[in-house]
């Protein structure tokens, strides 16, 4: 976490502000020190329906939604400066992890470049996605910020400017990525090589525009299932009996689905089925995203359109609009949030319709921010989630309440 020399919103301001006073006591010594602290509960109604890793059941608290962050950045010179972010998460058993790392140079007093452990910019709030403190919800809606991890190993430059009564920020990022990765619950080692793209932040008054894209080339260790292809080809089992013993084997959901794959682009083009992995295949992703906020009444609606080249994973279009007032510390909010896959087209597009890979689901939000002190706040929400489409058939919904208590320090 840290402070942008760029503001993005009126309600980010407090934020940004209170972080700087932090570490101003210590900051003759070049050394800051800002931290954060979210601290949750939560109860979801029902047992089928999924709701990005949210367990039914008994109410649950801290877990999902408790984190603790420490940031320490240190002057090395007028111009250069090194930070550090270490982060704990309760749905990790609060071990501690390191989510940033990095130098930064000020090329001239409005042009920064930055080496190291970054965020990736996928979203209007990556800056600040682990920091609830810094917006209205307990944590952005699954729906539109669904993407499972949000670091990167490379550089980024960053130009801020002005021009007649705009105020803009311009980012653009080059790394790769190689660490593990959680995709339905379950981990994948995963290569996202040449990880590239560029960001367009504009102000004007209460307005704000922001424009993102980012493209990798991915690929994960899944593979098809050498024994239930063997099954299948001597006449064994039957494809449907081969690929529901593999599924009762406790094997992960994309094996199976490459699995699937294999079997059903047998009579097809080659090119079909190069389609159904994940060896070197492109993944692309926009987002597109509005703000309004004149001090009393804000809204914000975000846009995120995700393509891959690969068939295992299907396109991906999903979108958010929110609401708020505020009432001087109280601050009511609604959200309504979707998330809908599309299909290929031809081949590749027919065989995901058999595999069932679509999915459609929309979230509506009601929820309360108070204010305690200029560094506290106190939430409660509710989500109403319905699943139109879970894996090809109709879904279920639930309510999913929260409670969190969000603080910087």
């Not at 996605?129 to 917006?135: E, H, I, N, Q, S």
């Not at 098809?224 to 063997?230: E, G, H, K, S, V």
């Not at 992703?285 to 809204?299: H, M």
């Not at 279920?396 to 603080?407: E, I, K, M, P």
């Amino acid at each position: 976490m840290r402070t942008r020399t760029l503001s993005t919103t009126k309600s980010l301001l407090p934020c940004a502000l209170l972080l700087c006073s932090a570490g101003q006591a210590i900051a003759d010594n070049g050394l800051n020190v800002y931290g954060f602290l979210n601290a949750g509960a939560y109860y979801l109604d029902e047992d089928d329906i999924t709701i990005e890793s949210y367990e039914s059941g008994s109410p649950q608290f801290f877990n999902r939604d408790t984190m603790m962050g420490l940031q320490i950045s240190k002057e090395i010179s007028e111009r250069t400066s090194a930070t550090i972010q270490l982060t704990a998460k309760g749905e990790e058993d609060f071990a501690v992890r390191t989510s940033l790392a990095f130098i930064s140079h000020a090329l001239n007093d409005s042009t920064d470049i930055r080496f190291g452990r970054l965020r990736i910019p996928f979203f209007y709030y990556s800056e600040f996605l682990d920091v609830g403190y810094a917006y209205n919800w307990i944590r952005p809606t699954g729906d539109a910020y669904g993407i499972p991890f949000s670091d990167y190993n490379g550089a980024d430059i960053i130009k801020r400017f002005s021009f007649d009564s705009f105020d803009g920020q311009i980012q653009l990022n080059y790394g790769r990525r190689d660490k593990e990765i959680v995709l339905f619950n379950e981990a994948y080692e995963s290569e996202l090589n040449n990880f590239a793209g560029a960001t367009l932040n504009l102000y004007m008054g209460d307005f704000g525009l922001r424009v993102g894209m980012q493209q990798t080339q991915m690929t994960l260790d899944s593979a098809a299932d050498m024994q239930t292809l063997i099954d299948v080809g001597t006449g064994t089992k039957t494809p449907d009996e081969a690929l529901y013993d593999l599924a009762a084997s406790g094997a992960r959901r994309i094996d199976i689905a490459q699995t699937a794959a294999t079997l059903l682009t047998n009579s097809m083009s080659e090119e079909t089925k190069e389609t159904f992995n994940f060896d070197d295949k492109k993944a692309r992703y926009y987002n597109l995203a509005t703000t309004w906020d004149n001090g009393d009444w804000s809204f914000i609606a975000e846009t995120a359109i995700i393509n891959f080249d690969s068939g295992l994973y299907v396109d991906n279009f999903a979108w958010l609009a929110s609401l708020a007032k505020r009432f001087d510390a109280l601050t009511i909010h609604t959200t309504y949030s979707t998330s809908r896959d599309r299909l290929d087209g031809g081949d590749v597009g027919k065989v995901q319709e058999m595999m069932m890979l679509r999915g459609e689901d929309e979230s509506i939000t009601l929820g309360m921010r108070y204010d305690l002190d200029e560094a506290t706040a106190f939430k409660l929400e509710a989500s109403h989630h319905i699943e139109e489409t879970n894996q090809g058939l109709p879904g279920a919904s639930g309510t999913l309440y929260r409670a969190a208590l969000q603080l910087v320090f």
